[in-house]
């Protein structure tokens, strides 16, 4: 049932990884080192970790959540009640390579260990500490859960009807998001160990790790001044259309963003006043319509199933997907070929569960797996390894400030978030970007808007969320689509450890750059290949957004009230959830690499990255064949769980009963005394039944309080909350501040300006950022004369061919251009294609 590879052709077949305190955050972290061999061991108490009694639960009384956080690792029991509870603890810390430590969000009853100590003995162990907020900070001490992190965050308010409540999603989102940080993190530590750097102390805070999801909207926030407001179910404040919407047979995921794609989506369906009219051109414009054009594309769609429509997409390169339910996931055979899928074995079931989204092709993860019982070690765990990181000479000790990734170098083509994100994590890291942009097609997170007033007044170079995407890269501009660029594409990839590209997958090979010839120049690079569906798909060419990985998922089938349409629950899910799975899929490359001296090809299915977070319902419904209950606002295992209006105009704030204690503050707290004193209502089932009655109560105080002043008294009595904020509220939240997460940076054209900080960090401050993103072709002299030892004249030569320049060139321009290379097809083609 379980592949079980040699341990040699596992990346992380050398390493030991302990794992202490619970939390979803450090499971999926250290789940990510099962999927790649390393011999996991997971600390427990004799009761066990609490997630296993997270729900759902299946027919067998096995947590789905534990299930899919868990499988490959081998389980440790330690009896806190023992004398030798933290000499037994004490000794597997010192025998792993990576420490990964939840206990600030549950110390799920490990005994006490000075971690400090350790490391002062152990200059080479990687550990990473993770917290609901960081140790510092006015939010560090409040209660909490993955939906009240998510409403601080930004992730809930602007998702959901118009006059409210606000909708969020199932539990553990913010759980797999911090364990991918944390991820990055380790593995990147390890990255840099290999190549002569210390072991790393990293502190996750769950809280910032969550922000990722905000800061495109914070900076547009930013930039424009407005407040964005929630406009409704699929419906979002700064694209249209941009939703699910009802086929004759099924749902649509649609995403339509450029005026090509606006006008082929009007041609499509028949459409042709729509498409003709000017002032529908820009997504701002259409914004003002919705209702309108609703009224008019809305029947038409009907008028075909999804599936048809996918077929037509394809054909016209809009990006649209068919919503599954669970249920079509599981019928899916590529997703189990490609490994999305997997089985796993827990007790005396077996079901399939999600597997690792990071998708390399010589290192591949492992393909399923069993969730271990309580005590029970995996059977290929190498525990009589010595670890790496035993480090008696004290070697490493005088790098710390060298950063993990310093010497690595990246040659970006990526466009847009996903990608971006992806390499803008490594040059956080330390790593040296060099992102490859044309004048004839810069990156579209620049803006899509390609009429001579906005070009001429240079507003591509105004945008906010360019300007955080691409921090602490240099850039250069390379027409990729004649032989000069592709030649000088060429030799900086000769030069380079990694190489990332979000284009449809077929682009750069027609252009010249496929992986087999990157790989003749040279062997030890790694590429990642990021699309919709994956490089080997029968749906290879769908192109998308981070709002089409999401609509792909199955998620939107979990979200919402029963009675309603599949629900996105956020605007580009599937954009900073790729990106990040991207960074760890090259970060393990890399690893394989030095190891091995081979690189590899990463093919990396944005769909598949945000499958996890609809794991346990695919796993309940591969056993039971029943469909997923969706529970809108309201929770499987707390009671009450929910989003309540407070004082104001659309004021809001999250909050949960995690246990009966909490209850029962809760209930005191509202006035409800006599619920407090109630021992049946001690019983989770038994408030379920009055569950109308108690959220009644809620919104009846809330309503008397501002939302701070709520989430004030509610964490004064130790009770989860958080307010329901918006994007641009994060740019002065008092807890990102006190803790300097958001750092002014000053740019050419738009001046100084806040970006978020990585959340993850050594130390009591963030990593620097060191430089702005760069202008259009602000490094093309550095980087062609320096490294590839071009001389002035070959320079200006290439200026003067508009092979390379630093102003990006019109759409009346770009036609003349096009005009005067019309013989060329084989490039005219690509060039249009990179345009969409």
């Not at 991820?183 to 190549?195: H, L």
Request: net charge neutral; charged share 25%; glycine share 8%.
């Amino acid at each position: 049932m379980v592949e079980k590879a040699k341990e040699t052709s596992r990346a992380f077949g050398h390493l030991r990884v302990v794992e202490i305190g619970s939390s979803a955050a450090t499971s999926y972290c250290a789940r990510l080192f099962a999927d790649f061999g390393a011999d996991v061991q997971k600390v427990e108490p004799p009761s066990g970790d609490p997630l296993r009694r997270s729900e759902p639960f299946t027919p067998g009384g096995h947590s789905a959540w534990f299930a899919f956080l868990n499988f490959n690792k081998s389980s440790i029991i330690v009896d806190p009640a023992k004398s030798d509870a933290s000499k037994q603890v004490s000794a597997l810390i010192n025998s792993c390579d990576v420490l990964i430590d939840g206990r600030n969000i549950d110390c799920a009853a490990c005994p006490p260990i000075d971690v400090a100590a350790i490391r002062k003995q152990r200059p080479l162990m990687i550990y990473i500490e993770a917290s609901w907020f960081g140790t510092h900070g006015p939010y560090a001490g409040f209660s909490a859960t993955d939906s009240t992190i998510r409403a601080l965050a930004g992730l809930i308010k602007l998702v959901g009807p118009a006059e409210g409540p606000p909708v969020h999603a199932p539990d553990f989102q913010t759980g797999i998001l911090a364990g991918l940080w944390g991820f990055i993190a380790a593995a990147a530590s390890a990255v840099g160990r290999m190549r002569g750097g210390p072991g790393r102390s990293w502190s996750l805070s769950v809280f910032e790790s969550s922000v990722a999801l905000s800061e495109y909207e914070m900076a547009q926030a930013f930039q424009h001044g407005g407040v964005m407001r929630r406009l409704g179910v699929n419906r979002f404040s700064s694209v249209f259309p941009w939703g699910i919407y009802e086929t004759k047979s099924g749902w649509l995921g649609v995403s339509v963003a450029t005026p090509a794609q606006w006008r082929a989506f009007c041609d499509m369906l028949g459409l042709s006043d729509l498409r003709d009219d000017l002032g529908l051109l820009l997504t701002e414009d259409r914004l003002q319509h919705m209702k309108q054009i609703e009224r008019q594309f809305i029947p038409r769609l009907r008028t075909r199933t999804a599936l048809q429509w996918l077929a037509e997409g394809l054909n016209r390169r809009i990006p649209l997907v068919p919503v599954p339910e669970i249920s079509n996931l599981l019928l899916d055979e590529e997703k189990k070929r490609r490994g999305a899928l997997v089985p796993v074995l827990f007790g005396e079931e077996e079901a399939f569960s999600v597997g690792s989204a990071q998708r390399l092709t010589r290192s591949q993860p492992l393909r399923g797996g069993k969730v271990p019982a309580t005590g029970e070690p995996q059977a290929y765990a190498n525990s009589r390894r010595p670890p790496i990181s035993i480090d008696p000479l004290g070697h490493g000790r005088s790098d710390a400030a060298r950063q993990p990734l310093q010497g690595i170098r990246v040659i970006d083509f990526s466009m847009g978030w996903a990608g971006p994100l992806c390499t803008r994590t490594l040059a956080d890291l330390g790593a040296d970007v060099i992102k490859i942009e044309a004048i004839q097609y810069p990156d579209w997170s620049r803006g899509v808007d390609r009429r001579t007033a906005y070009v001429d007044r240079q507003m591509y170079e105004k945008a906010g969320p360019f300007c955080v995407l691409n921090r602490n890269k240099r850039g250069i501009t390379l027409d990729l689509t004649r032989s000069q660029g592709v030649a000088l594409a060429k030799r900086l990839l000769a030069g380079a450890d990694v190489a990332v590209d979000n284009y449809s997958v077929d682009v750069l090979p027609k252009l010249g750059l496929s992986y087999e010839v990157i790989r003749a120049l040279n062997p030890r690079v790694v590429m990642l290949s990021m699309s919709a569906f994956g490089a080997d798909s029968l749906h290879r060419e769908c192109r998308g957004y981070g709002s089409t990985f999401e609509q792909g998922s199955g998620l939107p089938n979990l979200i919402g009230s029963a009675n309603g349409p599949p629900a996105m629950s956020h605007i580009a899910f599937g954009d900073a959830v790729g990106g990040l799975n991207g960074c760890a899929a090259i970060l393990v490359a890399l690893i394989h690499a030095r190891r091995t001296g081979h690189g590899q090809f990463i093919d990396l299915g944005l769909i598949e990255c945000m499958m996890p977070f609809a794991a346990p319902w695919i796993t309940l419904h591969s056993i039971d064949g029943e469909d997923p209950k969706r529970y809108g606002n309201r929770h499987p295992q707390f009671v009450p769980h929910g989003c309540f209006r407070c004082a104001g105009d659309d004021n809001w704030i999250v909050l949960a009963a995690t246990d009966e204690r909490m209850w029962q503050r809760l209930a005191s707290l509202i006035g409800r005394r006599d619920w407090s004193a109630d021992e049946s209502l001690k019983d989770t089932e038994a408030r379920r039944e009055i569950e109308d009655v108690i959220e009644s109560c809620i919104e009846a105080w809330t309503l008397t309080r501002h939302p701070d002043q709520a989430m004030s008294e509610l964490q004064a009595a130790r009770i989860a909350a958080g307010v329901a904020r918006l994007p641009i509220d994060l740019l002065n939240d008092p807890h990102l501040r006190s803790r300097a997460f958001l750092q002014d940076v000053e740019r050419a054209f738009i001046g100084r300006h806040p970006q978020a900080s990585l959340p993850i960090r050594e130390g009591r401050s963030p990593s620097a950022i060191h430089v702005p993103a760069p202008t259009l072709g602000e490094h093309n002299r550095e980087i062609l004369s320096k490294l590839l030892n071009l001389s002035d004249a070959e320079i200006a030569e290439l200026a003067r061919q508009g092979i390379i320049g630093s102003a990006m060139l019109s759409e009346e321009k770009l036609a003349k251009e096009k005009k005067s290379c019309a013989g060329k097809a084989g490039a005219k083609q690509e060039l249009r294609v990179m345009r969409e």
